[in-house]
């Protein structure tokens, strides 16, 4: 298990930009899947985007696809979530997920760790 810790997240005007982080700590971080999740208000929990263990399998939802972008340094033992051209549907709580499994982070089952989540807001 990693304990995970989100920071970033604030109040940013449509078309804006907010770049997430998630730090990582316990055990080896390089060998996790890493993910992003969100859950607006009175929505369920969704997928937003993966990346694998050495960054070369990344998915995204349609939704985000060609505006955010998921990346990870294992050095630092962290996970990124660059959130551009941001739109009042991206108002959320987003949630950091980390699993030794892929395939479990792309569907969101079974997850290892959740960060405790921040909250993102995008005015109109």
């Known amino acids: 298990q990693v304990q995970l810790v989100e920071s970033g997240g604030g109040l940013v005007q449509a078309g804006g930009s907010l770049r997430l982080s998630c730090a990582a700590s316990g055990r080896a971080f390089s060998s996790y899947s890493m993910g992003w999740f969100r859950q607006a208000p009175g929505k369920e929990r969704e997928f937003v985007a993966a990346?694998?263990?050495?960054?070369?399998?990344?998915n995204y939802a349609d939704s985000v696809k060609g505006r955010f972008t998921i990346s990870r340094d294992n050095a630092k033992s962290a996970v990124y979530l660059q959130m551009n051209s941001l739109k009042p549907e991206d108002t959320a709580v987003y949630y950091c997920?980390?699993?030794?499994?892929?395939?479990?982070?792309?569907?969101?089952?079974?997850?290892?760790?959740w960060g405790q989540g921040i909250r993102v807001t995008v005015s109109s």
């Open positions: 997920a980390a699993d030794t499994d892929y395939y479990d982070v792309l569907g969101g089952r079974e997850i290892g760790s």
């Open positions: 990346i694998n263990w050495r960054g070369g399998r990344i």
